[in-house]
C-alpha cells in the first residue's frame, strides 16, 4: 500500500524541528515516532494517531474518526481519520497535537 506523501510532509511541518523526531515505514505506510515512540502515521490518505485510552472516546466523536483496526481487533488509545476530513490544517493539527502531547506522556524508548 502506497501513502499520501503530501498528507506526510504536511504532518512534517506540523511537528516541526523536533530533535526526536523519526520516521518508519510501517503498516504499509509511514509512521512519525517521537523519543522512538509510535505517534502519527500515513496510510493511504488516512491518518492513525495515538490518543491514549483517556482521550479515545472524545477522539472517536470527531468528524471522520473512527477505532484503528488493521487485524480485526481494534488497537485501544489509536484512531484512524479519514483523508476527507484533514484537508484543512487545523483539523490535522488537532490529530498531530493531540497525538503528540499524548506520546509526550511517555518515557523515550
Not at 21 to 43: D, P
Not at 62 to 76: H, I, L, N, S, Y
Amino acid at each position: 500500500m502506497t501513502y499520501d506523501e503530501g498528507l506526510a510532509q504536511r504532518i512534517r511541518e506540523q511537528l516541526g524541528e523536533r530533535p526526536d523526531v523519526t520516521e518508519k515505514r510501517m503498516f504499509g505506510g509511514l509512521s512519525f515516532l517521537l523519543g522512538g515512540n509510535m505517534t502519527v502515521g500515513v496510510v493511504g490518505d488516512e491518518v492513525i494517531a495515538r490518543v491514549g485510552t483517556d482521550r479515545a472516546e472524545q477522539a472517536l466523536a470527531r468528524p471522520g474518526a473512527r477505532p484503528m483496526d488493521f487485524t480485526g481487533r481494534p488497537m485501544r488509545g489509536w484512531v484512524t481519520v479519514s483523508g476527507p476530513t484533514l484537508v484543512e490544517d487545523s483539523a490535522l493539527r488537532y490529530w498531530v497535537t493531540t497525538a503528540t502531547a499524548f506520546v509526550d506522556t511517555l518515557p523515550p524508548k
